[in-house]
């Protein structure tokens, strides 16, 4: 089960818990009275909306190497999304059945149900917590469309008073109130540590060295440790916190950038594209500037499949994993062999292509195909084939720009790949 990952079952057995308790403590009776099923229903998916909030919380702890029990931060991110997705739509669907149960019971009686006096403080303190939600996660799933990335940032801050005040309102209402104070306590504890402790805790200094400029909008920065140097593998990434107060842009803000260099260097390296302010700002960083990382992240090359041989697609700047996980197999001995396609718009965008070439030089397992858009039009099947005729049989791995995506990932399945065999990384609101 390859797409089944170690952290998933830990998220699995704490999500069961509190449900599982709930039908234990309040398994339905055959009633046939419909305003005892909507409050039974509106009670159940009340728990499940919570816990997976609760879990999506918990899931925004972002420790290094605690990601690769999940297949890496950006699939630990898509399910943190699609758990919140989901707890959000749980708890609406709590507020309505139990409003919808109330009916019956005429305008008046159902008013005073759903807003009681102030007396009831804990059904206040569900709806508060629910106005919250709706301030903080509905601009997340985009209802509004994108949503800026530091401001995306600074809505999810009102997370941490949304969950407080849904445990106030569950608390008092709930029939095993240890469970909560549980999963309240780690959920909040990993919003802590994220908000307040990581960026104090979790960072180290390291200085610029240099800054290559491999292209009029593409350097790649060489960092050096102020402290013990970072144990990392090709092909993982790290958030960046310039602290340059003359910095155009940027200054102060985390971004992610994926390490170019080999595990072996000395230096860590980051490839960088003019793609946004911060992006920009730091084409420009003068050597002797403070820079603070937190990492590594990520698991992209799936360590767990180290027999297969394996296929790289890379374009733009999602040449930097290639990069180095090419630099690391001139010091790599194990016998898998390794064919890149560096795909980009012409010669001019291929940023690495002539340092790529001297390691397929060096290195026999190491093969490299250059791609042209511009003179050979996109990639076909046939493409792949003459020139890595077995690419079937291989392990892919892709990242570069959305279109390059879109286009790669259905012509590989109908080649007859299958979609567990195909792996990307895309950093989307990291």
Not at 64 to 72: A, I, K, T
Not at 175 to 204: E, T
Not at 344 to 373: C, M, N, V, W
Not at 389 to 414: A, K, N, S, T, W
Request: net charge neutral; charged share 15%; with cysteine.
């Amino acid at each position: 089960m390859r797409w089944f990952k170690s952290g998933d079952g830990v998220l699995l057995v704490l999500g069961l818990v509190p449900v599982s308790l709930f039908l234990f403590h309040n398994w339905p009776s055959p009633s046939t009275d419909p305003v005892y099923w909507f409050r039974w229903c509106g009670r159940l998916v009340g728990i499940v909306g919570l816990t997976l909030l609760l879990l999506a919380a918990l899931m925004s702890l972002r420790l290094p190497r605690l990601d690769v029990m999940f297949g890496g931060l950006p699939r630990l991110w898509t399910i943190h999304r699609l758990v919140g997705f989901l707890g959000f739509v749980g708890v609406l669907l709590h507020a309505w059945l139990l409003g919808f149960a109330t009916v019956t019971q005429g305008r008046t009686l159902s008013l005073a149900g759903l807003f009681p006096g102030m007396a009831n403080w804990p059904i206040w303190a569900g709806w508060l917590a629910l106005a919250l939600m709706v301030v903080f996660l509905a601009p997340t799933f985009q209802f509004f469309g994108r949503l800026n990335y530091q401001r995306w940032k600074r809505l999810h801050l009102l997370s941490a008073p949304a969950l407080i005040l849904a445990l106030v309102h569950t608390l008092p209402l709930a029939d095993q109130p240890l469970v909560w104070w549980v999963m309240g306590a780690l959920s909040l504890g990993a919003i802590i540590w994220r908000k307040v402790l990581s960026p104090q805790l979790g960072r180290s200094a390291w200085e610029v060295v240099d800054v290559h400029q491999l292209k009029h909008d593409v350097v790649e920065i060489c960092l050096k440790p102020l402290g013990s140097p970072m144990r990392y593998m090709a092909g993982q990434f790290v958030y960046l916190t310039p602290n340059v107060p003359g910095l155009s842009a940027g200054n102060r803000e985390e971004h992610p950038y994926t390490i170019a260099s080999a595990p072996s260097d000395p230096l860590l390296r980051l490839g960088i594209k003019d793609l946004g302010d911060a992006s920009h700002a730091l084409q420009r960083v003068p050597p002797g500037s403070r820079i603070e990382i937190e990492g590594p992240y990520g698991d992209f090359y799936q360590r767990h499949y180290p027999g297969r041989n394996q296929l790289w697609l890379g374009g733009g700047i999602g040449i930097t994993p290639f990069v180095s996980g090419a630099r690391a197999m001139l010091d790599d001995e194990t016998d898998t062999s390794v064919h890149l396609f560096y795909l980009s718009q012409d010669e001019y965008r291929s940023y690495y292509l002539d340092e790529l070439q001297d390691i397929a030089g060096k290195q026999p397992r190491f093969d490299i195909t250059a791609h042209h858009f511009s003179v050979q039009g996109a990639v076909t099947e046939a493409f792949l084939e003459t020139h890595c005729p077995d690419f079937r049989e291989r392990e892919v791995y892709l990242c570069g720009p959305p279109g390059m995506m879109r286009h790669l990932i259905p012509l590989l399945i109908q080649a007859g790949l299958s979609g567990d065999a195909i792996h990307s990384e895309v950093f989307d609101f990291l």
